[in-house]
């Protein structure tokens, strides 16, 4: 049982060594990563967002229900995004 | 179904037990940070399903994930995505029944107790680790040696353990052991707990009760009735959750004796109220994992690639109601982190001396609700039990009985025989469900062992989504390839970063880091294999690729 559980741990070991180089070297590239910088990361992916609703061409953002009443959901999806950016600028 | 059924559904489901264990705990140890899991792992996301995936699902009239799979690819990725999904279904409800029986038992009061009588943290900390106990039993900390006859009438521990430098010329009575600092292992713990008094309620009973209630419920309800049920639910759930907040903040004395109770906790709790956290920090939820991991896959994977999810506006009236359900989620969505992720920071400012995180929001509920207010709290977690567990009935059983059973079974099988059927993998998998359920035990944090599982299949189910929505030249020999050696390189992730004397990852569960690395490598094989095979035939794509008519 010991045998095997040195085999197991030594496979693993070779296994890690194969990507713990490259991954030091991109944890370096993370960690040098300013905090500001980083919650700017988050920002830009909701603003990108934001842009990419406003452009989506209307048939696909009004929609007519069931019944016949026209739903518009680009507001709505602007507004959510809107306070999860404030959310994100407040924490 | 019109939108907002749906969109109350998806809400409660998404909030399962384990979440209201799971997550208030995991905000006990680390905090708000555990809200990107809703601002960041749903709301953007909700939005990106309504206008690109929801859509493309609903348009191709499919019932499963894996039925369009098999359109869009194969029938063999089809079949494979299938049995991962029902699989992965069945662990996934091991870990809400465990959830659901740890708060069934701590708000009923049927959790055996230990008493442990120490002046030192550290002794008492200490003896929960070596006895392994801290899931399973209630740890009640006594300073004074006085005190024990009382909380031994009240409690009616199994064993009481008494630290040498409290003992002095006191008689010991039965099931009471002394101990010195110097004793304490696992051995000791181990031996310890032999001598305990057996508990008259095990977690595992809890389980199973749990399991037939809701197994017989879900037995006689299609999906319109879950959804319409998760209605109500989603509404007993929300307001009873929001009340705790502001009854907790409330006996906290307002919210600026809250966070200053939570900022004099010292170097444990600096950065609990922080939703970005550094690359190095000791917690599993650094920046760079919850943007890549969760904010890219897990997230997306978990929204549209997850069956339990996509079933619901599968059902829907019409594509606007889609579009508009998951629109209507983005906004609920955004309450969420107050319902359940301030409640565990609520409760740390209340005990920062609770032993299993998962027992935070249950300690809370159970030390500052009246009784009368403590039954609405108890409702409101049943509604997320039942919805959670009778979702995942509905969507493992769909999956098995149309992706697998008519398709190599019984092709020709009625509506009738399929509805036997899938009764009988209904009751299947609630018996893997309870087997595994015993095994979540072993992970510090629920919610992180049900992100593991999930780790391990989503990213390589949503590469081969993604890809086949968005790129018509992603051909299905690609996406098999991709699938299998996806799976298997997130398991040997795992497996490594367990095994190697170093781990892989410097963080403590890199379930976010495993998702990402899996999906970048799923996606690479995508694209590499599929400009190596020939295209697949125009026609095919037509109505499954985005905006290719």
């Given at each position: 049982m010991n045998n095997i559980l040195l085999s197991a741990t030594a496979i693993a070991d070779t296994i890690a060594n194969l990507f713990r180089g490259m991954g030091d070297v991109m944890r370096g590239w993370m960690l040098a990563i300013p905090m500001s910088v980083a919650k700017g990361v988050f920002i830009v992916y909701f603003l990108l967002l934001k842009y990419w609703i406003i452009k989506l061409p209307e048939n696909e953002v009004t929609l007519s229900l069931e019944g016949g009443k026209t739903i518009h959901l680009r507001p709505y999806a602007l507004t959510s995004l809107a306070i999860i950016i404030v959310i994100y600028l407040v924490f | 179904m019109p939108w907002w059924a749906i969109g109350m559904s998806l809400v409660v489901t998404d909030i399962r037990a384990v979440d209201m264990v799971g997550i208030a705990g995991a905000a006990y140890l680390?905090?708000?940070?555990?809200g990107n899991y809703d601002w960041l792992g749903s709301v953007p996301v909700m939005i990106i399903g309504a206008f690109l995936f929801i859509p493309m699902f609903w348009r191709s009239k499919v019932s499963t994930i894996p039925e369009w799979l098999g359109a869009r690819y194969n029938q063999s990725v089809r079949t494979i995505s299938a049995v991962i999904w029902g699989v992965v279904t069945a662990f996934g409800l091991g870990v809400t029944l465990y959830a659901t029986a740890l708060m069934f038992n701590l708000l009923l009061d049927l959790n055996p107790k230990v008493v442990v009588v120490s002046e030192s943290q550290i002794v008492r900390e200490k003896v929960v680790a070596a006895t392994d106990a801290g899931k399973t039993h209630d740890f009640i900390f006594l300073k004074d040696y006085d005190l024990i006859q009382q909380v031994v009438e009240d409690k009616d521990p199994n064993l009481v353990l008494i630290h040498t430098e409290k003992v002095g010329n006191t008689e010991m009575e039965n099931l009471m052991y002394s101990f010195s600092e110097?004793?304490?292992?696992a051995e000791w713990g181990k031996s310890m707990m032999d001598r305990a008094r057996a508990p008259t309620w095990s977690l595992m009973y809890s389980i199973i009760i749990m399991s037939v209630l809701i197994g017989v419920y879900t037995l006689f309800g299609g999906l319109k009735a879950v959804v319409y049920t998760d209605v109500l639910q989603c509404i007993v759930m929300l307001s009873g959750s929001l009340f705790v907040l502001f009854f907790g903040i409330y006996k906290m004395g307002g919210v600026s004796e809250f966070i200053s109770i939570i900022q004099s906790l010292g170097p444990r709790a600096q950065?609990?109220?922080?939703?970005i956290l550094s690359v190095d920090t000791a917690t599993p939820h650094p920046w760079s994992g919850i943007f890549l991991?969760?904010?890219?896959v897990l997230a997306n994977a978990y929204w549209f690639g997850n069956q339990n999810m996509v079933q619901r506006t599968l059902g829907a009236k019409s594509e606007a109601d889609a579009k508009a359900s998951y629109i209507f989620v983005s906004f609920l969505k955004i309450l969420i982190p107050f319902a359940m992720v301030i409640p565990g920071i609520i409760a740390l400012a209340h005990?920062?001396?609770?032993?299993?995180?998962?027992k935070a929001m249950a300690t809370l509920v159970k030390d500052i609700l009246p009784t009368g207010l403590l039954s609405i709290f108890f409702a409101a977690f049943l509604a997320g039990l039942m919805s959670s567990v009778d979702s995942a009935l509905n969507s493992g059983a769909t999956i098995w009985t149309k992706d697998v059973y008519r398709k190599f079974v019984k092709p020709d099988a009625s509506p009738e025989h399929l509805l036997v059927v899938g009764r009988w993998i209904t009751g299947a998998m609630l018996a893997i469900a309870i087997f595994f359920a015993?095994?979540?035990?072993?992970?510090?944090s629920i919610y992180d062992l049900s992100q593991t599982i999930l780790s391990l299949f989503q990213s390589p189910s949503l590469a081969i989504i993604v890809l086949g929505m968005l790129w018509k030249r992603a051909t299905g020999k690609a996406a098999l390839i991709s699938l299998i050696s996806g799976v298997i390189f997130a398991g040997t992730l795992m497996w490594v970063n367990s095994n190697a004397s170093v781990p892989l990852f410097q963080v403590s569960e890199p379930f976010l880091y495993v998702a990402w690395w899996s999906f970048v490598l799923s996606v690479v094989i995508v694209v590499v294999i599929s400009l190596m095979t020939p295209p697949e035939p125009e026609s095919k794509l037509k109505g499954l690729v985005y905006r290719y008519e």
């Amino acid at each position: 049982m010991n045998n095997i559980l040195l085999s197991a741990t030594a496979i693993a070991d070779t296994i890690a060594n194969l990507f713990r180089g490259m991954g030091d070297v991109m944890r370096g590239w993370m960690l040098a990563i300013p905090m500001s910088v980083a919650k700017g990361v988050f920002i830009v992916y909701f603003l990108l967002l934001k842009y990419w609703i406003i452009k989506l061409p209307e048939n696909e953002v009004t929609l007519s229900l069931e019944g016949g009443k026209t739903i518009h959901l680009r507001p709505y999806a602007l507004t959510s995004l809107a306070i999860i950016i404030v959310i994100y600028l407040v924490f | 179904m019109p939108w907002w059924a749906i969109g109350m559904s998806l809400v409660v489901t998404d909030i399962r037990a384990v979440d209201m264990v799971g997550i208030a705990g995991a905000a006990y140890l680390y905090g708000i940070v555990l809200g990107n899991y809703d601002w960041l792992g749903s709301v953007p996301v909700m939005i990106i399903g309504a206008f690109l995936f929801i859509p493309m699902f609903w348009r191709s009239k499919v019932s499963t994930i894996p039925e369009w799979l098999g359109a869009r690819y194969n029938q063999s990725v089809r079949t494979i995505s299938a049995v991962i999904w029902g699989v992965v279904t069945a662990f996934g409800l091991g870990v809400t029944l465990y959830a659901t029986a740890l708060m069934f038992n701590l708000l009923l009061d049927l959790n055996p107790k230990v008493v442990v009588v120490s002046e030192s943290q550290i002794v008492r900390e200490k003896v929960v680790a070596a006895t392994d106990a801290g899931k399973t039993h209630d740890f009640i900390f006594l300073k004074d040696y006085d005190l024990i006859q009382q909380v031994v009438e009240d409690k009616d521990p199994n064993l009481v353990l008494i630290h040498t430098e409290k003992v002095g010329n006191t008689e010991m009575e039965n099931l009471m052991y002394s101990f010195s600092e110097n004793e304490i292992n696992a051995e000791w713990g181990k031996s310890m707990m032999d001598r305990a008094r057996a508990p008259t309620w095990s977690l595992m009973y809890s389980i199973i009760i749990m399991s037939v209630l809701i197994g017989v419920y879900t037995l006689f309800g299609g999906l319109k009735a879950v959804v319409y049920t998760d209605v109500l639910q989603c509404i007993v759930m929300l307001s009873g959750s929001l009340f705790v907040l502001f009854f907790g903040i409330y006996k906290m004395g307002g919210v600026s004796e809250f966070i200053s109770i939570i900022q004099s906790l010292g170097p444990r709790a600096q950065d609990h109220f922080e939703l970005i956290l550094s690359v190095d920090t000791a917690t599993p939820h650094p920046w760079s994992g919850i943007f890549l991991g969760l904010g890219l896959v897990l997230a997306n994977a978990y929204w549209f690639g997850n069956q339990n999810m996509v079933q619901r506006t599968l059902g829907a009236k019409s594509e606007a109601d889609a579009k508009a359900s998951y629109i209507f989620v983005s906004f609920l969505k955004i309450l969420i982190p107050f319902a359940m992720v301030i409640p565990g920071i609520i409760a740390l400012a209340h005990n920062p001396n609770i032993t299993d995180a998962d027992k935070a929001m249950a300690t809370l509920v159970k030390d500052i609700l009246p009784t009368g207010l403590l039954s609405i709290f108890f409702a409101a977690f049943l509604a997320g039990l039942m919805s959670s567990v009778d979702s995942a009935l509905n969507s493992g059983a769909t999956i098995w009985t149309k992706d697998v059973y008519r398709k190599f079974v019984k092709p020709d099988a009625s509506p009738e025989h399929l509805l036997v059927v899938g009764r009988w993998i209904t009751g299947a998998m609630l018996a893997i469900a309870i087997f595994f359920a015993q095994y979540a035990t072993r992970f510090e944090s629920i919610y992180d062992l049900s992100q593991t599982i999930l780790s391990l299949f989503q990213s390589p189910s949503l590469a081969i989504i993604v890809l086949g929505m968005l790129w018509k030249r992603a051909t299905g020999k690609a996406a098999l390839i991709s699938l299998i050696s996806g799976v298997i390189f997130a398991g040997t992730l795992m497996w490594v970063n367990s095994n190697a004397s170093v781990p892989l990852f410097q963080v403590s569960e890199p379930f976010l880091y495993v998702a990402w690395w899996s999906f970048v490598l799923s996606v690479v094989i995508v694209v590499v294999i599929s400009l190596m095979t020939p295209p697949e035939p125009e026609s095919k794509l037509k109505g499954l690729v985005y905006r290719y008519e």
